[in-house]
């Protein structure tokens, strides 16, 4: 878990019982396996989205499977799935391509390659992005993308104020939106 407090009122609306559960940040657990080691089950939350997709609980079910332990997966949401869902955009083929680059040369170069490769491989391309850069990488969009190239912003999914929003780059260009600081999901798809 990326965080003890959201973690515990999480668990707690779920009827959990909390207080017997010990729960530890993942990037501050000296030996994440411990209770495995010692017959107790360990349970991996996310703060956002999936474990251990685009979170770093990744290099806890790698050392889990290491070590011969049994990694089950649950059943719940996923905002890059829910996200694919809801746009409209090839289901067949697609990639989770993570986190842009931050800067802004090397982040235009990579959104040029994902609209290329989409193109290519007729293929959604999906990332992600801090919430208080996500109008910066929208910017970054409009700029670097061709008109007929189709975005998708989920953002705020399962959420009162959730958006999932597919247009052209054109359309969103003619638009000027603001996403703000809001989980978002971007999903982009070349016209053929």
């Known amino acids: 878990m990326e965080n003890a407090k959201s973690a515990r009122a999480f668990l707690g609306a779920l009827g959990m019982p909390v207080r017997e559960l010990s729960i530890k940040v993942v990037d501050e657990e000296q030996d994440p396996l411990a209770p495995l080691r010692a017959k107790r089950s360990l349970g ?3 703060e956002a989205g999936c474990p251990a997709i685009a979170d ?12 011969g332990f049994r990694v089950v997966p649950l059943v719940g949401p996923s905002s890059i799935v829910l996200a694919l869902m809801a746009s409209g955009l090839e289901g067949q083929r697609f990639a989770f391509c993570g986190y842009l680059p931050r800067e802004d040369p090397e982040r235009k170069k990579r959104i040029r390659e994902l609209e290329a490769r989409s193109r290519k491989e007729k293929e959604t391309e999906i990332f992600i992005e801090t919430p208080y850069r996500n109008d910066v990488l929208l910017a970054a969009l409009l700029e670097a993308c061709q008109a007929p190239t189709s975005l998708c912003v989920a953002a705020d ?9 597919t247009l052209s780059i054109g359309q969103w260009r003619a638009a000027r939106p603001s996403i703000g600081r809001r989980p978002a999901v971007f999903l982009l798809q070349a016209a053929a």
Not at 56 to 67: F, K, N, T
Not at 157 to 165: F, G, I, P, R
């Open 44 to 46: 991996l939350l996310s």
């Open 56 to 67: 770093p609980g990744a290099r806890i079910v790698e050392a889990a499977h290491a070590e």
């Open 157 to 165: 999914l399962t959420l009162d104020a959730e958006s999932v929003k």
